[in-house]
């Protein structure tokens, strides 16, 4: 079997061989499946097409994704492992294909959303507060 050349993350169709993997990760894992099934459902092709959009829009910088990402997530029934699982599967989804700094950008990016989003569900779930639109 040969090994991927692997390269930077540099391109729109790049994007889409990403999210398009991790996902279908995501769609199989034992912890974070029946979550991500269960909100979107049929909804799969609306969402990655919204994840192609915001990793455009993060890496790439071509501003194709606008939006509050949190709010979908504000209510989710997660705790620390889900977000270590996600991260787990995003780190080796991103070196599976490829290497340079974009790469890296995307795993500390990943990081960074998802220790923000533990923080600030973690938060939501501990007081009354309503997240803000």
Do not use: C
């Not at 979550?35 to 092709?45: A, E, Q, S, Y």
């Not at 915001?54 to 606008?66: A, C, I």
């Not at 709010?71 to 996600?86: C, G, I, N, R």
């Not at 998802?114 to 938060?123: G, N, R, T």
């Amino acid at each position: 079997m040969n090994a991927i050349e692997k390269h930077d993350i540099g391109t729109l169709d790049d994007i889409k061989l990403l999210v398009d993997t991790f996902y279908g990760k995501i769609r199989k894992n034992e912890l974070l499946g029946p979550i991500f099934n269960g909100i979107l459902k049929d909804r799969w092709p609306a969402h990655l097409e919204k994840m192609y959009r915001f990793w455009q829009t993060v890496l790439l910088e071509q501003h194709t994704y606008t939006g509050s990402p949190f709010m979908s997530h504000a209510k989710l029934p997660v705790e620390k492992l889900h977000f270590d699982t996600w991260l787990k599967i995003w780190y080796a989804t991103v070196d599976d294909f490829f290497k340079g700094s974009k790469a890296d950008e995307a795993k500390w990016r990943g990081e960074k959303m998802a220790e923000m989003f533990l923080y600030k569900i973690i938060y939501y779930q501990n007081n009354s507060a309503t997240p803000i639109l």
